[in-house]
């Protein structure tokens, strides 16, 4: 049995076409500060070959709307469906805030559902939801 992977990459969002008939493969890519003009699709002076081949094969979503321009409420609010200030979390996590500061480990937030579905998920890249080790993904 083939155990499906999913990359969650704090860098905007792409589907890859599944390997498999039975379910998906998903790489998740969330960009930080990714305006248009930021990509080599939408203009000419970005060098973004990789993105852009991303885009072009997989989804491009051109309407997408965050709920804060801050970090860690709008990362925690991806994860869990809720706004950052239901969760406690209404500005940037680091080392001046509250040391316990984070998202709670007991919430559901999406990769947990696609593990309990039998996927393989993992992190690459800032995550900014905690500092302590029980707000970090396991």
């Not at 869990?80 to 500061?101: A, F, K, M, V």
């Not at 007991?106 to 029980?134: C, E, F, N």
Request: aromatic share 8%.
């Amino acid at each position: 049995m083939h155990r499906k992977i999913l990359s969650i990459v704090w860098a905007t969002a792409a589907l890859l076409p599944s390997a498999s008939a039975e379910r998906p493969n998903f790489l998740f890519i969330l960009t930080d500060d990714q305006a248009p003009w930021a990509l080599g699709l939408e203009d000419d002076q970005a060098k973004t070959p990789n993105l852009d081949r991303l885009f072009k094969e997989g989804m491009w979503l051109t309407n997408s709307f965050t709920v804060t321009p801050v970090c860690s409420p709008s990362r925690a609010s991806l994860m869990t469906s809720r706004y950052g200030s239901e969760l406690g979390i209404t500005e940037w996590i680091h080392n001046q805030n509250e040391p316990d500061l984070g998202l709670d480990p007991l919430l559901p937030v999406w990769p947990r559902m696609l593990q309990s579905a039998g996927y393989s998920t993992g992190l690459i890249g800032k995550w900014h939801l905690g500092k302590t080790d029980k707000h970090h993904p396991m």
